[in-house]
T-cell receptor
Framework: AQKVTQAQTEISVVEKEDVTLDCVYE???????LFWYKQPPSGELVFLIR??????QNEISGRYSWNFQKSTSSFNFTITASQVVDSAVYFC??????????????FGTGTRLQVML | NAGVTQTPKFQVLKTGQSMTLQCAQD?????MSWYRQDPGMGLRLIHY???????DQGEVPNGYNVSRSTTEDFPLRLLSAAPSQTSVYFC????????????FGPGTRLTVT
């Protein structure tokens, strides 16, 4: 069975600080996808990134970066120079990479990030 | 292109009542899913579909039925609502063409009293 663990329930930072959200996963599959979603206070789910298991290259998108380490089964998310608009709940998720099953996501319990002025 | 739409946005039911949560997508996606979100538990998969006429159970299917008669629509039925079904429900769609990104609807907040 697949499992995603986000051990940090809530994080508070002051604006402009860097913050890293941790994600550890478990799967028996050799190929799989990892995702990060953002859920702002308005409630919608916003897709941030998808990474497949055979691509361990780290990715940067503006102030966001992701560190995928297969050896430790981790897919951590870093926000550089955090802003108040980053305040949200962030979910890490996992799916198999087989056809059709990529539509079945296993989510972590989420990390609530609060960025204060 | 509306993406994934869900109706209603809010609903209050009494225990034992039935209702259908509607979900539609206009992106011609093969795959559609229903999740429920409860405090401290993340999102959990209820049912999913890999195409019209094909559905399967997810992690928490009890108390819910689904059907997929068209590519566009994937309604979720509660046959006899229970307080344990109080939750926020999200519908999602995705495709094998290109990215495996799930597009989520805005959610339905359901309260069962």
């Amino acid at each position: 069975a697949q499992k995603v663990t986000q051990a940090q329930t809530e994080i508070s930072v002051v604006e402009k600080e860097d913050v890293t959200l941790d994600c550890v996963y478990e799967t028996r599959d050799t190929t799989y996808y990892l995702f990060w979603y953002k859920q702002p206070p308005s409630g919608e789910l916003v897709f941030l990134i998808r990474r497949n298991s055979f691509d361990e290259q780290n990715e940067i998108s503006g102030r966001y970066s992701w560190n995928f380490q297969k050896s430790t089964s981790s897919f951590n998310f870093t926000i550089t120079a955090s802003q108040v608009v980053d305040s949200a709940v962030y979910f890490c998720a996992l799916s198999e990479a087989n056809t059709g099953t990529a539509s079945k996501l296993t989510f972590g319990t989420g990390t609530r990030l609060q960025v204060m002025l | 292109n509306a993406g994934v739409t869900q109706t209603p946005k809010f609903q209050v039911l009494k225990t034992g009542q039935s209702m259908t949560l509607q979900c539609a997508q206009d992106m011609n996606h093969e795959y559609m899913s229903w999740y429920r979100q409860d405090p401290g538990m993340g999102l959990r998969l209820i049912h999913y579909s890999v195409g019209a006429g094909i559905t399967d159970q997810g992690e928490v299917p009890n108390g819910y039925n689904v059907s997929r008669s068209t590519t566009e629509d994937f309604p979720l039925r509660l046959l006899s609502a229970a307080p344990s079904q109080t939750s926020v429900y999200f519908c999602a769609s995705s495709t094998d063409r290109g990215k495996y990104e799930q597009y989520f609807g805005p959610g339905t907040r359901l309260t069962v009293t």
